[in-house]
């Protein structure tokens, strides 16, 4: 089975930074994109930051500028550097990716969310 494990999350004041990660492991083939979403309180969830097989990165206007998404393929890893977090950044934050296991097709896959809260 594949599993995406996300990591990071916690309690930081504003202006503070936090880095996520997200290992995917089990029978891997190939992943292609890989992306962090987040769900806030009341809130739809929205796509934080994608990165493509090739490195193409693509960011919601709201974190353009203190967020980094990228990604190490020899660990199967996303990462998601944050910077300058505002309150509005408070969230479960979720790993999203679309992984080709072996013998099978490829499929959506998620993360079990992890917590950011960003509080004085």
């Known amino acids: 089975q594949v599993q995406l494990v996300e990591s990071g999350g916690g309690l930081v004041q504003p202006g503070g930074s936090l880095r996520l990660s997200c290992a995917a492991s089990g029978s891997i083939v190939s992943i292609s994109f890989m992306a962090w979403y987040r769900r806030a309180p009341g809130k739809q969830r929205e796509m934080v930051a994608h990165?493509?097989?090739?490195?193409?990165?693509n960011y919601t206007d709201s974190v353009k500028g203190r967020f980094t998404i990228s990604r190490d393929n020899t660990k199967n890893t996303v990462y998601l550097q944050m910077n300058s977090l505002k309150p509005d950044d408070t969230a479960v934050y979720y790993c999203?990716?679309?992984?080709?296991?072996?013998?099978?097709?490829?499929?959506?896959?998620w993360g079990q969310g992890t917590q950011v809260t960003v509080s004085s």
């Open positions: 990165i493509t097989s090739g490195d193409s990165t």
């Open positions: 999203n990716a679309e992984i080709k296991p072996y013998r099978l097709k490829a499929y959506d896959y």
